[in-house]
């Protein structure tokens, strides 16, 4: 196995203070102390400030008794909706620091910092001091206790300096995003909050809203449920306060796809309405139906694939797995002895049976002779 | 590893007919000719029909040929908008059998053959031959290549009686859906359709729409992707022919839950543009973000967990693996050796990095034994 991060030299000169120690904040000390970084930290509350403490995320500095002078680099951590009054402060507190944020809209909070120099509130050169940044990393767990020093491993983390921004305070916030495994990606604000708007916070609302049907559903229906449900309505069960604050702070961006996606509803709605009055072949309404779901087809083929590169095809075996201690084990023992790379996984367990069903995807040359040499091996390969 | 379904012994008296030989067709066929069970089948494709012989699902017969006399159990799998006329077709020409269908809406079926009864194209007699039923299964590849004679293992299989059905005809689908490993469950036409609209065809709709708004999308966003958004757009890759004909066979049930939907996001999306007019204080923004989210937190918290049974609290570990041939092999080894039963199991490929994260689900007690264990034995928990 690899060697733990602490063993990578890292470019990021300390002290970091960081400022809220939520998941991202604490998953960021916590990585940086291991890596040998001296890191302050202090939250709003200081109950979660002790507990990120506590995992080891950094030490704790009461404000004002921090070293200003020596701080490097400042991290914000905290909801998108105090985010830029944070920094402000921040700017101002540590006179010498780098300062980024790391909330998931960027537009919002460059907005406000310009109205602030505009009002005179703040000089260009401190303003200069701050590059925003966003790391594409969370889960549906929050706080400290699920801190991860993991957590931005391989994961993009999008930087978005402004137009003031001093080079030396870009580079500072790249080397932290590398320093913490993750890909360091640039973008303007806008694209950012439009990017993000597609591909994670109207994801977020189609999935909320979806789930929101189940709640007059009988349990009868509930129990005919299978994976697609579950796979499309799982991150519904993310953090309303967090999210409320995301999706009002991107507002724009979020409110255009959503008029979209309710116009392709109400389209289909309409055509599934005739076919309800007048019979299945009501005008128009194979054809309404036909292309919504054609469109879906073209839209996620977009989606880059493992690695983020090209999506590739593999091809996929599937095994029956009795579900008691060690089968998967055995299971990916005998995958391993076929010299076979596992390029994807996944196991779904039938309802009310003892009985899971692995999809093991795999090099498409490769599947043939995993699918005969596990059935050989006496395992219940799917369709061999 | 467990016997081959062909050590069950099976109630299903044959020979069973089929008509119509995709992946349902055909994975039944597939199945009973394991048990032991004779099958002939039909398609109105003659090479879908071959296909389907070559995988084993049973033995070819010419329409008029068949042995009608002694076909016991005549199921029809074909597409939802013909199954009607087949279903008619069949009760004439096999007098002495049980006719079901598998289609995914019942309702329009019934309502078809009651239309034919009172025109005296069908008698009451035949009618009572009839029992539709639905089985829950299916996946994202179609036609008989893709057959499988375990896709109804522990899945609920549907039965919808009429009120003139003969209780032996409902007895002899019942036995069909125990012999091949699934879960019957009982229910009206009208309930199973709002069912399956809440559960699977708005689901889909929803899938689709969601994938449309990545069309448009630049790569660089897309290129900013993770689970959340893979997640809920996977299904969104299904067949657009064989959907159309589910959404129009289903038009009311998935009208209304869509009228749902669409009233949820324009609700949304008006708050939503008064924050981005106003800024995130405009009045009522908040509250319309937090309220979608929360109440997607209610919806998904009632979709059973694993078994079909009350969802249950796991408590997961998770650990980085690199990308290469034996790695997760060496993980199940690692977690058998510590007597932990895998509950669930999950990887997920860090963008453009060559190792992924494994997400292991186990019973709460059982985590911190497995976390300490594999730490100890080399392996990076995140968290440890």
Same mark, same amino acid.
């Given at each position: 196995?690899?060697?733990?991060?602490?063993? @990578?030299?890292?470019?990021?000169?300390?002290?970091?203070?960081?400022?809220?120690?939520?998941? $991202?904040?604490?998953?960021?000390?916590?990585?940086?102390?291991?890596?040998?970084?001296?890191?302050?930290?202090?939250?709003?509350?200081?109950?979660?400030?002790?507990?990120?403490?506590?995992?080891?995320?950094?030490? =704790?500095?009461?404000?004002?008794?921090?070293?200003?002078?020596?701080?490097?680099?400042?991290?914000?951590?905290?909801?998108?909706?105090?985010?830029?009054?944070?920094?402000?402060?921040?700017?101002?507190?540590? !006179?010498? #620091?780098?300062?980024?944020?790391?909330?998931?809209?960027?537009?919002?909070?460059?907005?406000?910092?310009?109205?602030?120099?505009?009002?005179?509130?703040?000089? !260009?050169?401190?303003?200069?001091?701050?590059?925003?940044?966003?790391?594409?990393?969370?889960?549906?767990?929050?706080?400290?206790?699920?801190?991860?020093?993991?957590?931005?491993?391989?994961?993009?983390?999008?930087?978005?300096? @402004?137009?003031? +921004?001093?080079?030396?305070?870009?580079?500072?916030?790249?080397?932290?995003?590398?320093?913490?495994? #993750?890909? !360091?990606?640039?973008?303007?604000?806008?694209?950012?909050?439009?990017?993000?708007?597609?591909?994670?916070?109207?994801?977020?609302?189609?999935?909320?809203?979806?789930?929101?049907?189940? $709640?007059?559903?009988?349990?009868?229906?509930?129990?005919?449920?299978?994976?697609?449900?579950?796979?499309?309505?799982?991150?519904?069960? +993310?953090?309303?306060?967090?999210?409320?604050?995301?999706?009002?702070?991107?507002?724009?961006?979020?409110?255009?796809?959503?008029?979209?996606?309710?116009?392709?509803?109400?389209?289909?709605?309409? #055509?599934?309405?005739?076919?309800?009055?007048?019979?299945?072949? +009501?005008?128009?309404?194979?054809?309404? #139906?036909?292309?919504?779901?054609?469109?879906?087809? $073209?839209?996620?083929?977009?989606?880059?694939?493992?690695?983020?590169?090209?999506?590739?095809?593999?091809?996929?075996?599937?095994?029956?797995?009795?579900?008691?201690?060690?089968?998967?084990?055995?299971?990916?023992?005998?995958?391993?002895? =076929?010299?076979?790379?596992?390029?994807?996984?996944?196991?779904?367990?039938?309802?009310?049976?003892?009985?899971?069903?692995?999809?093991?995807?795999?090099?498409?040359?490769?599947?043939?002779? =995993?699918?005969?040499? $596990?059935?050989?091996?006496?395992?219940?390969?799917?369709?061999?």
């Amino acid at each position: 196995m690899s060697e733990p991060p602490s063993s @990578h030299p890292v470019s990021t000169a300390g002290p970091v203070h960081l400022i809220g120690s939520g998941l $991202l904040g604490a998953s960021i000390g916590l990585a940086l102390t291991r890596a040998g970084v001296p890191v302050t930290l202090e939250d709003a509350s200081p109950a979660a400030a002790a507990l990120a403490r506590d995992v080891g995320a950094g030490d =704790l500095v009461t404000p004002g008794e921090e070293g200003r002078a020596e701080v490097r680099v400042v991290v914000i951590a905290v909801p998108p909706d105090v985010t830029a009054d944070v920094v402000l402060t921040a700017l101002r507190r540590f !006179p010498d #620091a780098v300062v980024t944020d790391v909330a998931s809209v960027k537009t919002i909070v460059l907005r406000e910092l310009w109205e602030a120099a505009e009002a005179g509130t703040i000089s !260009p050169a401190d303003l200069a001091r701050y590059v925003g940044s966003h790391p594409m990393a969370g889960r549906e767990r929050s706080g400290a206790a699920a801190a991860d020093p993991d957590l931005f491993a391989g994961r993009p983390w999008v930087l978005v300096p @402004h137009p003031g +921004s001093d080079p030396a305070a870009l580079l500072a916030v790249r080397n932290l995003a590398v320093d913490l495994a #993750a890909t !360091p990606v640039r973008m303007a604000a806008e694209d950012h909050d439009r990017a993000v708007a597609a591909v994670s916070h109207v994801p977020q609302v189609m999935a909320s809203v979806l789930a929101a049907r189940l $709640l007059d559903a009988p349990e009868s229906a509930l129990a005919l449920a299978g994976q697609g449900l579950r796979d499309t309505t799982r991150i519904a069960a +993310s953090d309303p306060r967090l999210w409320a604050a995301i999706l009002v702070g991107n507002a724009g961006p979020v409110a255009d796809l959503l008029a979209a996606a309710r116009d392709d509803l109400t389209r289909l709605e309409e #055509a599934l309405r005739g076919a309800a009055e007048h019979g299945p072949l +009501s005008p128009g309404a194979m054809a309404a #139906a036909s292309t919504t779901v054609d469109r879906g087809n $073209l839209g996620v083929s977009r989606i880059p694939g493992k690695h983020g590169g090209a999506r590739r095809d593999y091809a996929e075996v599937e095994v029956l797995v009795p579900d008691s201690p060690g089968e998967l084990g055995r299971l990916f023992v005998a995958v391993g002895e =076929l010299g076979v790379n596992v390029e994807d996984f996944a196991i779904e367990h039938a309802s009310r049976q003892k009985v899971g069903l692995a999809t093991i995807a795999v090099l498409p040359d490769a599947a043939q002779r =995993l699918a005969d040499g $596990l059935h050989e091996k006496g395992w219940r390969v799917v369709g061999a």
